[in-house]
């Protein structure tokens, strides 16, 4: 396979509500991205497209639909989908698109508007449970994170309030991404524990915002990264793992499937002791305990422990392990197939040295992404070096 | 607030919807599974002996070795609360009247999701849970002839 290099990124804005259509938001994120390795639509071999579910923007064969934003227009195309892991994983097709030798440069996109669905976008969910055992009680998906959360506090003993302090360390660092929706430099724990119980013990600032928003890529092959920029930044190790489509039938408290994607990405990386090899995690943090969970499946903290991360400050922007700095989805937002993206940009700009206010100090040499998603059972792991 | 949230500075929207409706069949495992709940008031499951695993609610094949699932078995209407949570806010982010209560209740490698009746601070995670089942004559073949569950006394 040929080494494959990000040679290029640029990303919206997240909003709650963006006038935009899903097709320019598309198109503004790729022109972005485009122009930040000086590249035209006519050195672009293939284009990569993720959304997720149809539902949100609320057309039918909607990646399909969205293409020309993307920039597919008389090329080879293609869609991933895998819900919320969706993000990370465009980036993984655009990875085997060019390190199999059939296309030297590829644009990946991916785009979320999730204003769309009306009244609220969690009713688009409604119809991703099982139709006989789940639909009938008109479930949602806080109800299955409610009760995740809920068995992964009651195993390990853990408190909300310490919980809490992932939700203000991410929104505290948004403060600092131009493109953050919920940026917020004086949150606290308190605001927190203070915000509305959705469903316990969920709430409202547990939980990333709904939103709109894309991301771009752009990914080369070494020959024509190396002509084209001084600061390659390679796809080290690549992983993908499915769990079981039953929610009831997995471990709640520990994912398997990012520990197995995590796995197979490190191995592909040479990594034989991530949690000294990897200098920043930008784990997908769709709620706050989320993002312990996917810590201790990426191998970066034991089982019950990843708070301690947040607790002794290893976690901060400045600590051993920088987590989240770019905000993540509970800063910056949670366009879902966007805000997958958007950690691999992040790693792409701090590894460049590019991230601004938020750069991690220390000239970090490698990071890790991971995503997650279809029926909560899909764990996407890219690892990225310079 | 609220997870809806009337935004005066929305832009300028045409409203339309996607129209489906759609009829899904029980399937092989769930057209038994249901009519025994219906008609026996019992909850079964299916076992896949080379795997060890039990599936409630039964299912017609084994999903880690693609076996065909032929053994059955009555895992009975008490089941362990695997996890519960308490809900405040419907679907679209309002907030309900009272709050609801939901569980997980793990039978076998499985269990079922459904509303619990009883009060949220005598639930542990762990205790046994008991199905309330409809009177016969009311069951149609459905989750919801399981009215919910309660605590064992
Ligand atoms: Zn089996």
Redesign the interface.
């Known amino acids: 396979m040929r080494k494959v290099a990000v040679i290029g990124a640029g990303m919206t804005k997240f909003v709650r509500r963006a006038l935009e259509t899903p097709k320019e938001l598309a198109w503004e994120a790729a022109k972005m991205a485009l122009e930040s390795c000086e590249l035209t639509m006519k050195d672009i071999d293939a284009v990569c497209f993720g959304t997720a579910p149809d539902a949100f923007d609320g057309v039918h064969m909607n990646g399909e639909y969205v293409s020309d934003g993307a920039g597919a227009w008389r090329k080879p195309f293609m869609r991933a989908f895998v819900g919320g892991g969706t993000g990370v994983f465009s980036s993984i097709q655009g990875w085997y698109h060019v390190a199999s030798g059939m296309f030297d440069v590829v644009l990946v996109v991916a785009e979320e508007k999730m204003s769309s669905f009306y009244p609220h976008a969690q009713a688009a969910f409604l119809t991703i449970f099982d139709n006989f055992t789940e639909r009938p009680l008109k479930p949602n998906l806080l109800w299955i994170f409610a009760l995740e959360m809920n068995r992964y506090m009651t195993t390990y003993g853990l408190k909300k309030e310490d919980i809490a302090r992932v939700a203000v360390q991410h929104k505290r660092n948004a403060a600092d991404h131009p493109c953050a929706m919920l940026g917020e430099p004086n949150i606290t724990v308190e605001d927190v524990l203070n915000s509305e119980v959705l469903a316990w013990p969920v709430q409202r600032l547990d939980v990333s915002p709904i939103s709109d928003g894309a991301v771009a890529i752009v990914m080369a092959a070494e020959h024509v990264a190396k002509r084209l920029t001084d600061k390659p930044v390679w796809i080290e190790g690549v992983g993908w793992n499915l769990d079981t489509a039953y929610w009831t039938n997995r471990d709640l408290v520990y994912p398997r499937y990012v520990e197995y994607a995590a796995r197979m990405a490190y191995e592909m990386a040479g990594i034989k002791e991530p949690r000294k090899e990897i200098h920043i995690a930008e784990p997908y943090d769709p709620f706050d305990y989320k993002v312990l969970h996917h810590l201790e499946g990426l191998q970066l903290a034991d089982r019950g422990k990843a708070i301690e991360l947040y607790l002794d400050g290893t976690a901060a922007r400045d600590g051993n392990l920088p987590v989240c700095p770019s905000g993540g989805l509970l800063g910056v937002g949670n366009p879902i197939a966007a805000a997958g993206l958007m950690k691999i940009a992040e790693l792409f700009w701090q590894l460049r040295g590019e991230a601004g206010a938020r750069q991690v100090p220390g000239n970090p040499r490698r990071g890790v992404a991971q995503a997650w998603g279809d029926l909560m059972q899909i764990g996407t792991v890219v690892v990225m070096g310079r | 607030?609220?997870?809806?949230?009337p935004?005066p500075?929305?832009?300028s929207v045409w409203?339309?919807?996607?129209p489906v409706t759609s009829r899904?069949t029980?399937g092989l495992a769930?057209e038994r599974f249901?009519r025994i709940l219906k008609d026996e008031g019992k909850i079964i499951g299916s076992i896949c002996a080379a795997c060890g695993a039990t599936?409630v609610?039964a299912r017609a094949f084994c999903?880690r070795c693609m076996a065909e699932l032929t053994e059955w078995t009555d895992v009975g209407l008490v089941g362990e609360l695997?996890?519960?949570?308490?809900?405040?806010?419907d679907?679209?982010?309002r907030p309900l009247d009272e709050p609801e209560l939901?569980?997980?209740v793990r039978f076998g490698?499985?269990?079922?999701?459904?509303?619990l009746d009883a009060d949220p601070d005598d639930l542990q995670?762990g205790m046994k849970m008991e199905a309330v089942l409809k009177p016969k004559a009311e069951r149609i073949g459905?989750?919801?002839d399981i009215l919910g569950f309660r605590p064992v006394t």
Do not use: C, W
């Open positions: 607030m609220s997870l809806l949230q935004d500075q929305a832009p409203r339309d919807n996607l899904y029980y769930g249901f599936y609610p999903e695997h996890t519960f949570t308490v809900l405040f806010v679907m679209e982010g939901v569980g997980f490698d499985g269990g079922i999701l459904h509303k995670i459905a989750i919801t």
